[in-house]
């Protein structure tokens, strides 16, 4: 198996010096956000491009696009300009969440998402990597909802799955997908008086022994199946963001990871 590392596990790094962490973990691909940190919001592409090439970096997503499943008001500009963004930066994929207030988004609204989201993803030959969101609110909680609605836009590659570990966990969801995946997300829970139910992004942190999500369970799963993509860390909390030495930490977590999945 391999690593990439999603920026949002040392926000407080400046890019060029995530990188450089990134490499000393022995790690080659990264995610890039525009939330936390908002990489977006504060560099040019052309920087972006530039400092990923200077450090042997392959960037694989910008995270996210939202609400994706709502084709309507700025997000059909949004989508245009991270998608320039993601070309000029030399970006292979954007990351696709659906809306997450507790409103229903039907099934042929998605799919008209996808189909009006496609040849703005194919003129700039990247991939959509569609991520349902396991939360009870959410409006695409389950892989196959997504598979679905991929299929019915007609299922050339432009779109893949975002296997999310925290996610699988909160939908009750039981199948995997290898073959439909392009990249793993990987975060684990460890407070034992959580209920499922009531898990957020604020309670996701770096795995480890104590991960209640069953992430190594799901790792050989994919595994097993034909995945060979990379695994991505992507944790939310706080706690995880301010550690002293984020570089260690991650350490930690891969190393876990690789001998608990071998």
Known sequence: MRFAINHISAPKLPLAEFFAMCRRLGVAEVEIRNDIPDVLGTMTPQAVRAEAEAQGIAILSIN????????????????????????EAGVKSLVMCPLNDGTRVPHSAVVEALDA????????????????LGFPISSLRTKAEAIAAITEAGDDGTYRLMHDTFHHH????????????????????????????????AHR???????????????????????????????FATEVHDAPDPEAALRESMDYIREAVA
């Open 64 to 87: 996210a696009l939202y609400p994706f499943n709502l084709w309507s008001g700025d997000l059909p500009d949004r989508a245009r300009r991270m998608a320039d963004y993601a070309a």
């Open 117 to 132: 989201m496609k040849p703005i993803l194919k003129a700039h030959g990247l991939v959509g990597l569609v991520e349902p």
């Open 170 to 201: 909160l939908a009750g969801e039981a199948e995997f997908y290898p073959n439909r995946t392009g990249l793993v997300h990987v975060s684990g829970v460890t407070d034992p008086a959580l209920a499922v139910g009531d898990m957020l992004d």
């Open 205 to 235: 942190v770096l795995v480890d022994t104590e991960d209640r999500l069953n992430n190594i369970l799901q790792i050989k799963a994919l595994l097993a199946a034909g995945y060979n993509g990379p695994f991505s860390f992507e944790p």
